[in-house]
Structures are given as structure tokens and as C-alpha cells.
Nanobody, 120 residues
Framework: QVQLLESGGGLVQAGGALRLSCAAS????????MGWNRQAPGKQRELVAA???????NYADSVKGRFTISRDNAKNTVYLQMNSLKPEDTAVYYC??????????????WGQGTLVTVSS
């Protein structure tokens, strides 16, 4: 079992910044990719950003140049620095971790979600 603990969501004005964190713990042999997805009201969940174990990153076009994903492998933690926030960034943000357990199974874990609200 793997647990993901998310933090950092909240209410911010347009143009402001927030930093999300997600720490993974439990039966983890190795973490592969880590990422953040979001789901706005009435919309499907979408990928925001992802980072591989080697540090390669991938961003949704809508957040390029404003959001930065990073990870601390020693702490099994992924971060999402969100700058120049817009009202359309309002959503529940979910952390996702792709990992291998001690039985060498490749698995997926999701956080409980943290709400980000950007006011205009």
C-alpha cells in the first residue's frame, strides 16, 4: 500500500502563486513517474504536468511557462509551483505516482485531491 499526502491548495487571487506538494510513503521499491492532474467542475480530469525519474518534464499547453513541476527523490515528494494563476486554473488537483512495489509490480497511486481556487 502507498499513501500520498497532498498539501498546498487554497484560495488565491488571479496573478498569484501557490505551491502544491505530494509526499509518497509505504511499500515503494522505486518511484517512476510523478505528476499532477486536475479536474474542474463539469470537466474531465486532465494532465497538468508530469516528471520522470530522470527529471524529464511534460506540461499541458495551458500551463506552460507558468507552472513548474519538480521532485525530491530522497523524500519521495513531487511539487507543483504555480505562478500567474488564472481563474481557469480553478480545480481539484490530484497527485499521481507510478511506482514499483517490492514484489516488482508496477502500480499507480492517486492522492485525495487538493482544491485550488483562483478568484478574478
Amino acid at each position: 500500500q502507498v499513501q500520498l499526502l497532498e498539501s498546498g491548495g487554497g484560495l488565491v487571487q488571479a496573478g498569484g502563486a501557490l505551491r502544491l506538494s505530494c509526499a509518497a510513503s509505504g511499500s515503494i521499491f522505486r518511484i517512476n513517474a510523478m505528476g499532477w492532474n486536475r479536474q474542474a467542475p463539469g470537466k474531465q480530469r486532465e494532465l497538468v504536468a508530469a516528471i520522470t525519474s530522470g527529471g524529464s518534464t511534460n506540461y499541458a499547453d495551458s500551463v506552460k511557462g507558468r507552472f513548474t513541476i519538480s521532485r525530491d527523490n530522497a523524500k519521495n515528494t513531487v511539487y507543483l509551483q504555480m505562478n500567474s494563476l488564472k481563474p481557469e486554473d480553478t480545480a481539484v488537483y490530484y497527485c499521481n505516482v507510478q511506482y514499483r512495489d517490492y514484489r516488482l509490480n508496477d502500480l499507480d497511486a492517486w492522492g485525495q485531491g487538493t482544491l485550488v481556487t483562483v478568484s478574478s
